[in-house]
């Protein structure tokens, strides 16, 4: 028989998680309180980015990205996977000069970017302000579509589905389920996202995930009104704050011709409402950098959380000796780094060598912070 490995959570990196244990050849189980894609996969974007916020995190992106794009041509339509790359849009000068100083970085780690003039970036993008100064481009980048793409991984994997079923604890080779059932595995994977600390690590402080909420806009069907992912150079310094709440321009178009419009970012909100003093500063960013959204009608708007950590870093691997494996933490970054996650922790499994350096995605650097704290 094929050793049982248990995960819990059904979103993007729990289904990333199964289809890389079956790869390996076990009998994958994966436990849900609600349904797949419940959480964060279904309320997010589904850019599939490299990230330079440190060496660490392009490692990650990049290497992930990689993956995406060797399953390319297996992805079903319903996926909607697209290659429309990232344009990276400047302000001004401060922003146009760390258009160049992004475009060396990536450049030297082989990730393909191009620079565009004012007058470039118009021709690729004509529906933005039109003083805007420039831009980085990066071709490579994708789009895919993240509730569809977690069910196609689960059924990859051919998951054994366990919905609805509350974990209160996991342990190496255990997970408590309310009312006292347990589940038995050789190995137990948690990617339960911002409830994922609590049930694996009580000893470890619980301010290692913190949910982050998120709004988003989407809008009827205008085709080709944008043809890439854009943001603002301003988008990192969004995601780095720490407190308060942030906006900054995210436009993602959808296949279908719908422009998904973002982002904001709010700390220690619990609720799930759409905040309408919120939506607005975000919408009114997203006029700033392409005026004709106004004309746009918008259909619908929501929330998420995204499980964030202080150093912008998922965790990823062994909690401790004795504890379940852990792959959590991925903040607005989860779709991306889902099969880099679940290939390094497959090789941390197997004790075969990583494909990247997996220290500082270790788990147990929260209690040593804690401690030095």
């Given at each position: 028989?094929?050793?049982?490995?248990?995960?819990?959570?059904?979103g993007?990196?729990?289904?990333?998680?199964?289809?890389?244990?079956?790869?390996a050849?076990?009998?994958v189980?994966?436990?849900?309180a609600?349904?797949?894609?419940a959480?964060?996969?279904?309320c997010?974007?589904?850019?599939?980015v490299?990230?330079?916020?440190?060496?660490?995190?392009?490692?990650?992106?990049?290497?992930?990205?990689g993956l995406w794009?060797?399953?390319?041509?297996?992805?079903?339509?319903?996926v909607?996977?697209?290659?429309?790359?990232?344009?990276?849009?400047?302000?001004?000068?401060?922003?146009?000069?760390?258009?160049?100083?992004?475009?060396?970085?990536?450049?030297?780690?082989?990730?393909?970017?191009?620079?565009?003039?004012?007058?470039?970036?118009?021709?690729l993008?004509?529906?933005?302000?039109?003083?805007?100064?420039?831009?980085l481009?990066?071709?490579?980048?994708?789009?895919?579509?993240?509730?569809?793409?977690?069910?196609w991984?689960?059924?990859?994997?051919?998951?054994e589905?366990?919905?609805?079923?509350?974990?209160?604890?996991?342990?190496?080779?255990?997970v408590?389920?309310?009312?006292?059932?347990?589940?038995?595995?050789?190995?137990?994977?948690?990617?339960?996202?911002?409830?994922?600390?609590?049930?694996?690590?009580?000893?470890?402080?619980?301010?290692g995930?913190?949910?982050?909420?998120?709004?988003?806009?989407i809008?009827?069907?205008?085709?080709?009104?944008a043809r890439?992912?854009?943001?603002?150079?301003?988008?990192?310094?969004?995601?780095h704050?720490?407190?308060?709440?942030?906006?900054?321009?995210?436009l993602?178009?959808?296949?279908?011709?719908q422009?998904?419009?973002?982002?904001?970012r709010?700390?220690?909100?619990?609720?799930?409402?759409?905040?309408?003093?919120?939506?607005?500063?975000?919408?009114?960013r997203?006029?700033?950098?392409?005026?004709?959204?106004?004309?746009?009608?918008?259909?619908?708007a929501?929330?998420?959380?995204?499980?964030?950590?202080?150093?912008?870093?998922?965790?990823?691997?062994?909690?401790?000796?004795?504890g379940?494996?852990l792959?959590a933490?991925?903040e607005?970054?989860g779709?991306?780094?889902?099969?880099?996650?679940?290939?390094?922790?497959?090789?941390?499994?197997?004790?075969?060598?990583?494909?990247?350096?997996?220290?500082?995605?270790?788990?147990l650097?929260?209690?040593?912070?804690?401690?030095?704290?």
């Amino acid at each position: 028989m094929k050793p049982r490995a248990l995960v819990i959570g059904a979103g993007i990196v729990g289904a990333a998680c199964a289809a890389e244990l079956a790869r390996a050849g076990f009998a994958v189980v994966v436990v849900d309180a609600a349904h797949p894609s419940a959480g964060a996969t279904a309320c997010g974007m589904g850019h599939v980015v490299a990230m330079d916020d440190s060496e660490a995190q392009l490692e990650l992106t990049r290497f992930s990205r990689g993956l995406w794009e060797e399953l390319m041509p297996e992805l079903p339509a319903q996926v909607e996977a697209t290659r429309s790359g990232t344009l990276w849009v400047a302000a001004d000068d401060e922003e146009l000069a760390a258009v160049h100083a992004k475009h060396a970085y990536y450049t030297a780690r082989e990730v393909r970017a191009e620079i565009h003039d004012q007058g470039s970036l118009r021709a690729l993008e004509p529906h933005l302000a039109p003083d805007l100064i420039g831009a980085l481009r990066v071709p490579d980048d994708l789009v895919v579509y993240p509730p569809c793409a977690a069910t196609w991984l689960l059924a990859r994997a051919g998951a054994e589905l366990r919905m609805g079923l509350a974990v209160e604890r996991a342990e190496a080779q255990r997970v408590l389920l309310q009312g006292g059932v347990a589940l038995e595995g050789e190995l137990v994977i948690v990617a339960a996202g911002e409830r994922s600390l609590p049930l694996v690590a009580p000893a470890l402080p619980l301010h290692g995930i913190k949910p982050r909420k998120g709004h988003l806009v989407i809008t009827d069907r205008v085709p080709g009104f944008a043809r890439h992912q854009i943001v603002e150079l301003g988008y990192l310094k969004s995601a780095h704050s720490h407190d308060g709440s942030s906006v900054a321009f995210n436009l993602q178009p959808r296949p279908n011709g719908q422009m998904l419009l973002g982002s904001s970012r709010q700390y220690d909100r619990t609720n799930d409402e759409v905040e309408p003093a919120m939506l607005q500063r975000m919408l009114e960013r997203a006029f700033r950098y392409m005026p004709g959204l106004r004309a746009l009608q918008a259909l619908r708007a929501w929330t998420g959380r995204r499980a964030a950590t202080h150093d912008h870093l998922p965790l990823i691997g062994k909690v401790g000796a004795d504890g379940p494996w852990l792959a959590a933490g991925h903040e607005g970054l989860g779709i991306t780094t889902s099969l880099g996650t679940a290939r390094l922790l497959g090789s941390l499994i197997a004790g075969t060598t990583p494909p990247f350096d997996p220290r500082p995605f270790d788990p147990l650097r929260l209690g040593a912070e804690a401690s030095h704290a």
